[in-house]
């Protein structure tokens, strides 16, 4: 499906890290694939503020960090990140880029809700994914997905 939502966007490209990898995937042993594959590229780690406040519950948070430089995006409702609470996530503010431009107000637990409800998803996915979600019958077989 992320293949799908990036047709014609020209800059992206989609690995299959994780899924090829097997096991249980950590971001912090994605990005030490990423960063063996891609030795002189600076990576970036980008979260909406709402993920980013769960950041010390991850899996070796430090290890992440070191990896990459975290981009955080505001989310409505959440509010604007500070300096003193990136510091409370053991993030240091000097390798965080904030992000303050406004973003759609939708969530992937709600989509997957919605959709396993039989409501419409029309204009909140690129239509590529929606009619991937339809055509393959994906969260409607779930009414408590996302839950």
């Not at 030795?39 to 979260?47: C, N, R, Y």
């Not at 709402?50 to 950041?55: E, G, I, K, N």
């Not at 997957?112 to 929606?130: D, H, K, M, N, Y």
């Amino acid at each position: 499906m992320t293949s799908l939502a990036i047709q014609g966007e020209p800059g992206f490209e989609v690995s299959d890290a994780e899924v090829t990898r097997g096991g249980t995937s950590y971001t912090a042993d994605t990005l030490d694939e990423l960063h063996r594959q891609h030795p002189s590229d600076e990576l970036f780690l980008i979260l909406g503020w709402d993920a980013a406040r769960l950041f010390r519950t991850w899996h070796e948070p430090d290890r992440v960090s070191k990896l990459a430089s975290v981009v955080i995006v505001d989310r409505p409702g959440v509010g604007h990140v500070t300096t003193s609470e990136l510091a409370g996530l053991g993030l240091d503010p000097a390798r965080v880029v904030k992000c303050h431009v406004p973003t759609p107000d939708v969530s992937a637990s709600a989509l997957r809700r919605a959709v396993a409800a039989g409501r419409s998803v029309t204009g909140q996915l690129p239509v590529a994914v929606e009619w991937y979600v339809a055509e393959h019958g994906l969260y409607g077989h779930n009414r408590t997905v996302g839950t």
